[in-house]
């Protein structure tokens, strides 16, 4: 059996307490993908989203945004997680981790910080960092200042090349959460050299403007305002891809010089037709027979090897002039020049129905609305995880064929899901 491990996940997301899920990998019956199965579930004391673990698997982190703190869980035993501390990572009481990532070596834990910026207070924001060598007795090694509202972020590189790149997001919001400024604080890609850590020479903060290569690009809605949300880095570590989900469109940062990132492209993420398969009423039925035309707008995005992207089509903004809904309600693969290679085109959310985790209540929102989404090796085959944030489960994929996964498992007992 191998052991699970978080980085299954590349977002979760629920309110109130959240069941961490636990995956093992299963022996696989004669001549079929090996199924995945559900090993356990945690309760914590606020809300779970972002989660990393370290190399070997035995442990993860997990950031609760409102508590301002990172959680600690001992995952040696998967059947019996346990969570074994609480990080305050907050600075002066300040402070709203919205991400997390560990170094491959295990040794420092990367936490992003939002400092209580809004509409009225362009408060930058932080990396703070941690030794997390010893997960029982964790220590605050530096911070660094970076842009307002920094959202996700990944680490590329390692050792004396180790280089974070940033989301930052800048929403421009009120306490309420309401983008109130319309792009006068426009966001932009950020990468902060980390090689100081190991005693390598810094490359310092390079920041990436999005708002002229967006307005070059076709089919976005909102280029003076680009809140670039989600960060991947490819396998070899050469590029970096960062989904700009309400303009529906992908960043593409080249990484391949150590000291220097040069922003390669941005490309439309394009548009779902979906032909009388859809259910797009809230009638407490559901029927799979509408169509509709719908801008993907992913939210996590992920490698899947150096040159494939899988988009979590989860949407976020409204229908627009052209009738367009947001959210394609399923997944993408697609090429780092933004062609398709695979549409999901239905197939997930018929999956949910057959599983009871459909929720109908969304039908006439985003669907299933799948917003987490990550590419992972157990031995040597390749599986893609889908997670549905309204449907409340996780898909995996064998993708030894790229234009054609295979659903290897999916769905969490009726019993854990949320309510």
């Known amino acids: 059996m191998m052991r699970i491990p978080a980085w299954a996940f590349a977002r979760l997301t629920a309110a109130a307490l959240l069941a961490l899920p636990l995956l093992t990998h299963a022996a696989p019956p004669a001549g079929r993908a090996a199924p995945f199965r559900l090993a356990a579930h945690l309760p914590v004391d606020g809300v779970a989203e972002i989660v990393a673990a370290t190399p070997d698997g035995m442990t993860l982190l997990f950031t609760s945004a409102d508590a301002g703190r990172v959680g600690v869980v001992d995952i040696r035993q998967p059947d019996r997680p346990a969570l074994k501390d609480w990080i305050d990572v907050r600075l002066h009481g300040v402070g ?20 209580d910026d809004d509409q009225h207070n362009a408060r930058r924001g932080l990396l703070r960092i941690y ?16 842009g307002v509202g920094p959202d996700s972020l990944a680490l590329a590189g390692q050792g004396r090349t180790l280089r974070a790149v940033i989301a930052i997001e800048d929403e421009e919001t009120n306490a309420k959460g309401d983008a109130l400024l319309g792009g006068q604080r426009p966001g932009f890609i950020e990468v902060v050299g980390l090689q100081t850590l190991y005693g390598g020479r810094d490359s310092g903060l390079q920041r990436m403007d999005l708002v002229e290569a967006l307005r070059g690009t076709d089919g976005v809605l909102y280029a003076h305002d680009p809140q670039p949300e989600f ?14 989900q309400e303009n529906n469109a992908i ?11 040069r922003l390669e492209r941005v490309f439309s993420a394009g548009i779902v037709e979906r032909q009388g398969n859809a259910d797009l009423a809230k009638d407490k039925e559901v029927r799979l027979k509408d169509s509709f035309r719908g801008r993907r707008e992913p939210d996590a995005i992920s490698w899947v090897n150096d040159d494939v992207l899988a988009l979590a089509n989860e949407g976020d903004g409204k229908k627009d002039e052209n009738g367009s809904l947001p959210g394609g309600r399923g997944f993408t693969l697609m090429d780092a020049r933004g062609r398709v290679v695979h549409e999901d085109n239905g197939a997930l959310e018929a999956i949910a129905v057959r599983h009871g985790h459909y929720p109908d209540g969304r039908s006439a929102a985003k669907g299933i609305e799948t917003e987490a989404i990550t590419a992972a090796r157990f031995g040597k ?27 290897s498992s999916c769905c969490p007992p009726a019993s854990l899901r949320r309510a």
Not at 96 to 115: C, N
Not at 231 to 244: E, K, M, N, Q
Request: glycine fraction near 6%; hydrophobic fraction near 40%.
């Open 96 to 115: 709203e981790p919205t991400s997390v990532a560990v170094t491959p070596d295990g040794r420092f834990a990367v936490v992003a910080i939002r400092m």
């Open 131 to 146: 030794d997390v060598r010893r997960p029982e007795q964790v220590r605050h090694v530096k911070d660094i200042t970076v």
């Open 231 to 244: 960060v991947s880095i490819s396998p070899s570590g050469r590029r970096a891809a960062v989904s700009l």
């Open 251 to 261: 960043a593409i940062v080249d990484l391949s010089d150590a000291r220097r990132a």
């Open 381 to 407: 085959t390749p599986y893609l995880f889908v997670g549905s944030e309204r449907g409340s489960f996780v898909a995996a994929y064998q993708i030894t064929g790229w234009t054609s996964p295979s659903l």
